[in-house]
Structures are given as structure tokens and as C-alpha cells.
């Protein structure tokens, strides 16, 4: 092992430690708030909802800013003031007494895990790795799965104990002493001998000129961009929307709290080994034939909810939903590379994310809504299934870096 592939693989395991307690313990944890908020506060399931899409709309509003800052400074800055910010959040969100403040705090939080996350670990993988880049993501990312996992687990325990005020409190001391601490020792944007290949006047607007791709406003002109945006849009709608109202669900189906939270949990602990294995795959076949896939084992999972009244049908739901639950998150940032290429993805992924807030803001709230006037969730498992079978279809829509520059190339001749 060469001393880059040991740094990049010590790098990739700092990056799980953060996202293990930063999206883990921030996202994917809000299914264990609901009924507390519910019952201290008497918030319709719509309005707790509201607090998760406000937190998904305040990280895809940054995540152009982040991505641009990620395309010209170190990585390990903008991920420190994230996780001051989402720290804070936690804390803030400890003391309120009324809506307008907890959406506040989850808005802070949204910017915090943006920033923070996913846009910063993809960047910083995909730079550190040509080969093996899917098992790589799909490691480091893992961690958002797992750090769900354990982390819900903790914030339960906390909110059975010391009550949902303590479960805030538990969830922000780790982000702010082991989390930044971590970020400033081990994280770095590039290996050391693509940075000395960029001039330091270059810095400020160009850290990526030896690097294949587009530009943003190119990218903008590739059919792959928008499918891309798409595909972000569609896996977030299932993915925010499922996450958020399954421990609600189960709850509904007469499970006890603590059993619908312990398979949540394991639903989690399965999102993050299926990262790994779809990464791997990935590796072999295409982001884009993997994703598809991923979006078939999706909608067959949501098909399976609609009987997890009855445990034999619980227990596959949680295996195959579990399984491609998390996979996208390490995929869409292996096709947007595949697709658009590394010169500028953090301003493309950046942007393409946005789609991915629409998704997971619209989601939650209109299942919610839903279940509020329907009294149940079916319409919503219906709409799920669609968005996965449209997820198929732009996925294998996109097509390479090499094809998309030679239908630009063209376009481009015609113009001028």
C-alpha cells in the first residue's frame, strides 16, 4: 500500500467517525422526536414534519455556497463551522417552548449537516480515489447509516431518561468534541501531489484545473445534469419521507416505541452495509446500472410496507427497504463523476443537490399531510413506489463523460 492509498483509507475513516455523528445523529435520528414533540406541544404529524423538511430546505439552499467554497478552500474548514452550526442547533433546540424557535434550530441544522456532511465527504473521497472510489464512498458513507443506527438508539435511551430536551442536548455534545476535533487533524481536499500542481494564485478560483470535466454552467447543458437532478429529487422524496414516518408507522401498527426505534435501527445498520455493496457493484458495473437496481429494490420494499402488520412481512420490508435505503448517497456523487466529471464537482453536485432538498422537504410533509386527512399512510407508499419506477427510467438515461463532451462539443460548434 502506497503511503496516499494508507492516508486516503485513514482519511475515509475519519470521515465515517463524522458522519457517523453528524448526519447520523442529526438526520437520521427524527423519527424518534415525533411522538414526544407530539405529545408535549400537541404539533399535528404534518407540523413535526415541517420541522424535517425545513432541515432538508435550509441544506439544499446551501448547498450551491457549499459547493462553490469546497471548489476553492480545504474541505475541514467548511465542515468545522458546519458542525459549530449544527451543535448549536441541538442545543438551541434543548430550550424551546413553541414552534417558530424548534424551526429555527432545525433550519441552523440543516446549514450545520451541509455543511458539515455528505457534499464534503463525497468531494474529498472521489479526490482521494480513482480506483476502488465506490467501496471508498460507500465506507466513508456508511457512517451516515450507522451513525443513524446507534445514534437513535442513544437518543432514545436519552429521551426515556432525561426526556426530549436531554435526547437534544446527548445528540450535540459529540458533534462539537470528537467531531471538529477529527475534521481539523486528519481531513484534507486532495492527495498532496494534485495540490502542488495547482499554482497558489490559482487557489482562490481554479484548485481543480488539472481535473477532467465540465464547468457548471457546461454541465448545465448535458442531458445527464438534469437527470441527475432528477434522480436526486425522486431518491430523496422516497428516502426523507419513509425515514422519517416508518417508526410513527409501526407505532400506528400497535409495535411499542421502543420496538418500532430498535428496527429502524436495524433498517439503518442495513442502509450502511448496503452502501458498501452497492459501491462495490458500482466498481464493476456503473454507477448507472447500480443505481437502477437500487431504485427497483426500493419500490419493491415499499410495496412490502403495506403488510408489516404481520412480522413475516416486516422482516424481508426491513431487509431488501434497509438494504437500498442509503445506496443512492454513495451512487449519485459515482455518476455525477462518471457523467459531468471532477473539475468542478463540488459547484455540480452542489447544485444538483438542490433537487435532492426539493425531494426531501416536499416528502415528509405530504405524507404527513396525507396520514393527517387520509388517517393513513397508503396514498403515500403509492406515490413512493412511482417515484422509484420514474428513478429507473433517469437513471439510465445518463450517459458518460466522454459521451456527453462529444454531443457538447458539437452543440458548441453549431452556436458559434
Known sequence: M??????????????WVVLFLIFGGGYNVAGVFVTPLIKQFGWSRAQVSGLQSILAVSAGISAPLIGWLLDRIEARAVMVVGALFAGAAYFGASQVHSYGPMLGAYLLLGFGIGGATLLPAALVVSNWFSGN?????????SGTALGGAGMTIVANLAITHFGWRGGYIT?????VVVAIPIMILMVRSRPPEVRATIAPADLPTQPAIDLPGFELGEASHTRSFWLICGANFLYAFIAASAGLHLIPYLIGLHYSAAFAARTMSLVLVLAGLGKLM???????VSARRALAWNFVAQGVGILLIFGDAHMGVLVPFVLIFGLSLGAPLVLLPMITVESLGLKRFGSIAGTSGVFQTVGAAIGPVAAGRIFDVMGSYSFAFDAFIVAAALGVVVTLGCLSLESEQARLIPAKAVAA
Open 133 to 141: 472510489r465506490g467501496i471508498a464512498l460507500g465506507l466513508t458513507l
Open 171 to 175: 445528540l450535540a455534545i459529540p458533534m
Open 278 to 284: 452497492m459501491g462495490a457493484f458500482a466498481d464493476r
Open 2 to 15: 502506497t503511503p496516499r492509498e494508507r492516508q486516503g483509507w485513514l482519511i475515509v475513516a475519519s470521515l
